[in-house]
């Protein structure tokens, strides 16, 4: 059965702290993906990887970084937290020939 | 750029009523591909649909019905006898083909659909 694992499904933080999301997928996907929702905005498309090492800005990269030195693992990096990164943060991951996302269960952040 | 629009917020049925959740897309690929996916509480999104822009045939899995019409940009999705357990968020996305897309979807903002028994 396919897996994408989040390490932390709630987490609260301090403004200014580093914070590290973890995602691991099982399924030998090249692409990962970390999306945030917020309610009335969806998802939105923070950073992607679609190899390792390699690493492409989505549409809301500011604030954020990310890293993918194995192929089954991409982090997501708030260097300094902020309270309007407040939200639930989800990672995917798919197959580059059908491009059909798995989502993990999603890491719900509270700046306060 | 692409563009994702579920217009519908918030719907709310009784059990046993058919639902039908608007998706319209904009893109200016010829060749892409659209998604629905389920949220339920648990958080965790679930894929339900793919559907490649060269296929308008609809499609039926037990409950589940979607219409694709290209002539109209849009992709709807229909639950028929609804249930207490549809009760979710459901998202529509867009994927170009592109060389450069990787993948990536983007989304709309969800509707929020809310099954009373």
């Known amino acids: 059965d396919v897996k994408v694992t989040q390490s932390s499904r709630y987490l609260v933080k301090r403004t200014g702290e580093k914070v590290f999301l973890e995602c691991v997928q099982d399924m030998d996907h090249e692409n990962m993906f970390w999306y945030r929702q917020d309610p009335g905005l969806g998802l939105r498309l923070i950073y992607f990887s679609y190899d390792v090492k390699m690493k492409e800005k989505g549409d809301i990269p500011e604030g954020y970084s990310v890293s993918r030195e194995k192929k089954e693992r991409f982090s997501l990096i708030l260097e300094s937290a902020s309270t309007n990164q407040t939200s639930m943060y989800l990672c995917a991951s798919s197959p580059t020939s059908t491009g059909e996302l798995f989502f993990g269960e999603g890491s719900r952040l509270t700046v306060l | 750029a692409q563009k994702v629009t579920q217009a519908q917020t918030e719907i709310s049925v009784v059990e046993k009523e058919d639902v039908t959740l608007d998706c319209v897309y904009e893109t200016r690929d010829t060749t892409y591909y659209l998604f629905w996916y389920k949220q339920p509480p648990s958080g965790e999104l679930v894929f339900l649909i793919r559907?490649?822009?060269?296929?308008?045939q609809n499609e039926i899995s037990g409950r589940y019905s979607w219409n694709f019409q290209k002539s109209t940009s849009s992709f709807n999705f229909t639950i028929t006898a609804s249930q207490v357990v549809d009760s979710a968020v459901y998202f529509c996305a867009l994927r170009e083909a592109g060389g450069t897309s990787y993948g990536k979807l983007t989304f709309g903002q969800g509707t929020i659909l809310t099954v009373h028994p």
């Open positions: 559907r490649n822009s060269f296929d308008e």
